[in-house]
């Protein structure tokens, strides 16, 4: 059988309950259909944050490892660097030695820090910028930083040439799609494999949404998120995903009753804006397959889809100067500037708005799991993922043992034949840390054969087998039986002390091997505080 074609599609802040197949009310028909015709993860695992994901994800070893040990900070130290190092191995420079054509559409986010005010302080390409060219893809569209505008995105490259946004009907989610679609018919006609990485930003802030999709879910979230809450639960229990006697998390500390909020209207059309930016992100994906079909390799493409952390509970103050939200403050296409921070006056969605949807209903995101992107509690790293390879999986299915994205890149070369190597340009590359999951694809069966870690911003954690070690912000360890409380509500380590004792000394074995360092890091920067809804979180 030929070399598959690979498509790895990422969501951008997307929460658990977020897809139709995954218990939500948004309509998500051509991912919904990837579900029934191949298979869904129950316990697929990303590292909690845009940046360590994406690194986890590119490379197969954890973000450390690849030098993006937090986020595109350079904190001085090679874990910490901020941008891929030159000690591991690109999917797609791997993929290239076995005669893949390679490309991305959209964010990558894996290159260094860029001041979006002084661009003269970075340069694309240079030894502490690597673009996707440098790094195996033959093809580049999309952005290097990790948020703007959905209507003017700053940093926008067309490979190696800056992109300024000149007309009025540009929306970035379309364009990744229309990018992603082209790169798949021109690889298609050369007759080659192909790798395609299509990387959305849908829907991470901004709340920037095109008008007829936000009016398909005005007034759908006017019961508000407790009760979004109890009917995601609902039908994530009825979808054999959680077991009946796992209760839901309760509603986050840092939440309130539905009830008692203010400017519900405003708070309604919030989520209906986040709503419409996933059902758009959906629809582009329905045209990534038609174009799979078109073009006759539909059947032999494994097509991937997950999310890169838990839904997102920053609150984009407009009082706040910390972060400046100016940072993101670039300027419209035609020059105007946007309005920034969650303004209740202000309705969201336009180009010249700027908002977030907040921490209550980044929890609904998230149902039925505690806490958000950033924290390595269930809601922060389980992701929807859903794979699709029609040659391979006739039927849809769930597989339920825990796996996580760093495994993704060992996969893919397990299907595609292709040997990972020890040096690159005389470099040598670390070891692989993922496992390829190959057997769950092809129904004969999964068991991860290692333990998963976690470390960000002090937030750490341990998967093994049914056991989960977790401690939030560098505060107590707390152990869960996760067959019997993935919900994370009872904690066992005062009962389990010698399980408690091992997977304690297996993190600190672990974070010492790789180079995960004690948060925060010397050089000043601090842990982000659990937030409220009055405040701003350090954001990305």
């Not at 509603?251 to 209906?272: G, I, T, V, Y």
């Not at 296409?333 to 010249?352: A, K, L, S, T, V």
């Not at 976690?454 to 360890?477: F, I, P, Q, Y």
Request: hydrophobic fraction near 35%; aromatic fraction near 10%.
């Amino acid at each position: 059988m030929a070399q598959p074609n690979i498509v790895l599609i990422l969501a951008d802040d997307m929460g658990f309950s977020d897809l139709g197949c995954y218990g939500s009310e948004i309509e998500t028909p051509n991912l919904d259909a990837m579900a029934r015709e191949g298979i869904r993860f129950t316990q697929m695992y990303n590292m909690a944050r845009c940046c360590p994901t994406r690194a986890s994800l590119l490379t197969g070893l954890y973000p450390h490892q690849a030098g993006v040990g937090h986020m595109v900070g350079d904190y001085g130290v090679p874990e910490y660097q901020g941008y891929l190092n030159e000690n591991c191995a690109t999917i797609a420079e791997v993929l290239k030695t076995s005669g893949y054509r390679t490309q991305i559409s959209g964010k990558w986010h894996v290159g260094g820090s860029y001041s979006l005010h002084h661009p003269d302080e970075s340069t694309p390409g240079d030894d502490k910028h690597p673009t996707p060219l440098q790094r195996g893809f033959d093809h580049f569209w999309g952005t290097l930083t990790g948020a703007g505008s959905f209507f003017a995105p700053p940093t926008l490259m067309d490979g190696n040439t800056p992109v300024t946004v000149d007309r009025e009907d540009f929306y970035y989610t379309d364009e990744i799609t229309n990018h992603a679609v082209r790169m798949i018919e021109e690889s298609a006609a050369v007759g080659t494999p192909f790798f395609s990485y299509v990387a959305y930003t849908s829907p991470h802030w901004p709340l920037h949404a095109h008008k007829e999709d936000i009016e398909k879910y005005r007034g759908v979230y006017d019961g508000g998120w407790d009760e979004l809450r109890e009917k995601r639960y609902s039908n994530l229990k009825e979808l054999g995903f959680i077991d009946d006697s796992w209760e839901m998390a309760p509603r986050d500390q840092d939440s309130f009753p539905w009830e008692e909020a203010e400017n519900k209207e405003w708070e309604s059309l919030r989520m209906a804006v986040y709503a419409a930016q996933i059902d758009r992100m959906d629809q582009g994906i329905g045209r990534i397959l038609e174009a799979l079909d078109s073009a006759g390799v539909r059947d032999n493409t494994l097509v991937i889809f997950f999310s890169d952390n838990g839904g997102c509970a920053e609150f984009l103050a407009e009082d706040s100067n910390k972060p400046d939200p100016a940072q993101f403050n670039t300027p419209m296409w035609n020059g105007e500037r946007m309005q920034m921070g969650n303004h209740p006056e202000i309705d969201p969605g336009p180009g010249d708005t700027f908002q977030s949807y907040d921490l209550p209903w980044a929890n609904a995101s998230n149902t039925p799991f505690r806490l958000h992107k950033r924290w390595v509690h269930e809601g922060g790293i389980s992701t929807p993922a859903i794979i699709s390879w029609p040659d391979k999986i006739a039927s849809g299915k769930l597989v339920t043992e825990a796996t996580h994205i760093v495994d993704i890149a060992a996969t893919i070369y397990d299907v595609s034949e292709t040997s990972y190597p020890d040096t690159s340009e005389q470099n040598p590359i670390t070891p692989l840390e993922g496992h390829s999951f190959r057997s769950a694809i092809e129904n004969v069966g999964w068991v991860r054969p290692a333990p998963i870690f976690w470390e960000h911003e002090g937030n750490r954690a341990v998967r093994l087998g049914d056991w989960k070690l977790v401690s939030e912000g560098n505060t107590v360890w707390e152990l869960y039986d996760m067959k019997e409380d993935r919900t994370e509500l009872s904690d066992l380590s005062a009962d389990q002390p010698d399980v408690l004792s091992r997977m304690v000394q297996m993190y600190e074995d672990w974070a010492e091997r790789v180079g995960a360092l004690p948060w925060p890091l010397e050089h000043g920067t601090t842990a982000a505080p659990r937030i409220g809804t009055k405040h701003i979180h350090d954001v990305d």
